[in-house]
């Protein structure tokens, strides 16, 4: 048995890759804006908002001081409060529950497909009371949830549909992309999304004019004009700083999906090439999506997964798991009663997954290396025939 040759690590993320690229683009920029010292809102954060809206093929885009404010924003705007319920994933980082809970109102769950690992639409329906306002499917790890049967059932009940597109920008579902498949869609430039800030930022788009200008009142305290209110707000706004380094990455966005998603086929070939189809799970893009690869993450047998994790970490490869733990059992929720077996898919899939390296720069040799790894711990087993075996 060959033993994958000594190599240098391979972090769950490089972001240091990314920035070497477009260290010369960004430096002058950012000194520029030192220069100027105009570090809130102003016309970097315009720029950005009209760049991402046409980018996105929305009307609108409003900038805002994160994601997760992305997401509690519009809730605002639509007045979601005490007495009311949202539906959502409890499949999905915690501020897409968080948000609902924040502003008093109650956070139900809908399980989710095995394959995509996003809202299932099928149980929509039976989710749905008279207290309903809203849904939030959430485009997971880079693929856009199925849309068209979601906002039938929002539409039939005349829900407000929010995507949570945090780690989907620029995924495409039947033609269109993020952040025009519902009423909103809230997108995150957390570092370690595809497109990541030098920090926290956020921004909502939305095709209504109204409801854009609303939004932008409420990050400046629902101010307006200066010094009059006419509703609480918050203090969210973008950062010119950010926006700034925005501008420049979004320019390359393209061309990092791209690269993502030809690391995403060079490690489905690595896979079928060692034999692991029948013991590791890919991920699945579904037809007429375009998948972006925010992480690529498979599954594995749950006995497995702490030792497959422990030989990474071991050999120096970053892995994730995202989510461990589904939002129906976080402590913090626990008022809403909900039990371990109530979301039977979203609980296998938080014991069964593994996000392997994923980033733009990821290199051929790294990527054989977490495949060989894999297979040599699977032969380690006597779980993968042995490759002489294997090729005979
Ligand atoms: C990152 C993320 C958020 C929150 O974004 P922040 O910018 O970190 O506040 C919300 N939802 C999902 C699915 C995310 O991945």
Known sequence: MNRPAESPSVPALDLKAQYRA????????????????????????AGLEAELASYCGARHAVGCASGTDALLLPLMAWGIGPGDEVITTPFTFFATAGVIWRLGA?????DIDPVSYNLDPSRLAEAITPRTRAIIPVHLYGQAADMDPINAVAAEHGLKVLEDAAQAIGAGYKGKRAGVLGHAAAFSFYPSKNLGGFGDGGMIT??????????????VHGMEPKYYHAEVGLNSRLDAFQAAVLRVKLRHL????????????????????????????????????????????????????????????????????????????QECFSSLGYQPGD??????????????????????????????????????????????????
């Open 22 to 45: 477009i260290r010369d683009e960004v430096e002058p920029i950012v000194l520029e804006l030192m220069e100027s010292q105009q570090f809130v809102l102003g016309p970097n954060v």
């Open 106 to 110: 109650k956070p139900v769950f809908v």
């Open 206 to 219: 939305t095709d209504d004019p109204e409801f854009a200008s609303r939004l932008a009142r409420l990050r």
């Open 254 to 329: 393209d061309s990092w999906t791209a690269a993502r998603r030809a690391v995403a086929e060079s490690y489905r070939d690595h896979f079928e090439a060692a034999g692991l189809g029948a013991l590791v799970t890919l991920p699945t893009e579904l037809p007429r999506r375009i998948h972006v690869y925010n992480q690529f993450v498979i599954r594995v047998d749950p006995a497995l997964r702490d030792p497959i994790r422990a030989m990474f970490t071991e050999e120096k490869v970053g892995t994730e798991i995202y989510y461990p733990i589904p939002l129906h059992l």
């Open 343 to 392: 979301f039977p898919v979203s609980e296998r899939a938080a014991r069964e997954t593994i996000a392997l390296p994923m980033y733009p720069e990821l290199s051929a040799d790294a990527i054989r290396r977490v495949v060989d790894l894999l297979a040599h711990f699977y032969r380690g087993r006597n779980l993968l025939p042995s490759r002489r075996e294997h090729a005979a």
